[in-house]
């Protein structure tokens, strides 16, 4: 189609002007680039490069525990992989990789997003495993913790303030049924199945839920306004 257009306009405004008309329409259709980035400073990568370590120490303990574990294997391997995926995840942003530039010329580290969509559904199946949650339980809060990441993505990266807020209210009303499941539904079945099991999803549960309340406050002061 656009061969035919340009024989079209060859013929009708001859070959000259019709290389001059294309021209300037490959020239208003070029987005418009940055010249500067607000880029990640010195304590940012201070910050990524710390973590980094620690994912990566955390790794190589979590698969030497489940190398000369029984039972509790499963639970170790899933630790491996999560602290492994979030590594690689760091590892990217600390090389410079994982980013673009969005609406304002910031810099947008997109692999954090594919980290969480990862390290979180791992997560909640950990949490699930060791308080004998039902599988289709599990199953709902990985799938609404899912639904939450990939708005606070869309909402991330939309230009249009008000679809961005819209996002934003779709991730946070997804956000509170997976803050319910960790710190209600699942302490119910770890009760249930008693023992050691009980007291391990309380320490842990807790660490994970208050540390994730903080998400929707980092999102509003690093991609909300």
Same mark, same amino acid.
């Given at each position: 189609?656009?061969?035919?257009?340009?024989? !079209?306009?060859?013929?009708?405004?001859?070959?000259?002007?019709?290389? =001059?008309?294309?021209?300037?329409?490959?020239?208003?259709?070029?987005?418009?680039?940055?010249?500067?980035?607000?880029?990640?400073?010195?304590?940012?990568?201070? #910050?990524?490069?710390? #973590?980094?370590?620690?994912?990566?120490?955390?790794?190589?303990?979590?698969?030497?525990?489940?190398?000369?574990?029984?039972?509790?294997?499963?639970?170790? !391997? %899933?630790?491996?992989?999560?602290?492994?995926?979030?590594?690689?995840?760091?590892? #990217? =942003?600390?090389?410079?990789?994982? +980013?673009?530039?969005? $609406?304002?010329?910031?810099?947008?580290?997109?692999?954090?997003?594919?980290? =969480?969509?990862?390290?979180?559904?791992?997560?909640?199946?950990?949490?699930?495993?060791? $308080?004998?949650?039902?599988?289709?339980?599990?199953?709902?809060?990985?799938?609404?913790?899912?639904? =939450?990441? @990939?708005?606070?993505?869309?909402?991330?990266?939309?230009?249009?303030?008000?679809?961005?807020?819209?996002?934003?209210?779709?991730? %946070?009303? @997804?956000?509170?049924?997976?803050? !319910?499941?960790?710190?209600?539904?699942?302490?119910?079945? #770890?009760?249930?199945?008693?023992?050691? $099991?009980?007291?391990?999803?309380?320490? @842990? $549960?807790?660490?994970?839920?208050?540390?994730?309340?903080?998400?929707? %406050?980092? +999102?509003?002061?690093?991609?909300?306004?």
């Amino acid at each position: 189609k656009k061969w035919r257009l340009v024989c !079209y306009a060859k013929r009708q405004l001859g070959s000259r002007r019709a290389a =001059m008309v294309f021209q300037q329409l490959d020239e208003d259709d070029l987005p418009t680039s940055c010249t500067t980035i607000e880029e990640v400073g010195s304590t940012g990568v201070g #910050a990524l490069t710390v #973590a980094f370590l620690i994912l990566v120490v955390s790794t190589i303990v979590f698969l030497m525990k489940a190398n000369s574990s029984g039972e509790q294997r499963k639970y170790y !391997y %899933l630790s491996t992989y999560i602290c492994g995926f979030a590594a690689l995840a760091y590892f #990217a =942003m600390l090389s410079g990789q994982g +980013w673009t530039a969005i $609406a304002g010329c910031r810099q947008f580290f997109y692999a954090r997003y594919v980290d =969480m969509a990862i390290t979180e559904p791992l997560i909640i199946l950990n949490l699930g495993l060791i $308080a004998g949650a039902e599988g289709s339980l599990i199953a709902a809060i990985i799938g609404a913790d899912v639904i =939450m990441v @990939v708005s606070a993505y869309l909402g991330a990266v939309s230009v249009v303030t008000t679809v961005k807020w819209f996002w934003f209210v779709i991730s %946070l009303g @997804v956000f509170i049924p997976v803050l !319910y499941g960790l710190a209600v539904t699942f302490k119910e079945a #770890a009760q249930l199945k008693g023992g050691e $099991a009980s007291d391990v999803y309380g320490r @842990v $549960a807790w660490i994970i839920i208050i540390t994730w309340i903080f998400y929707p %406050l980092i +999102w509003l002061f690093s991609e909300g306004f």
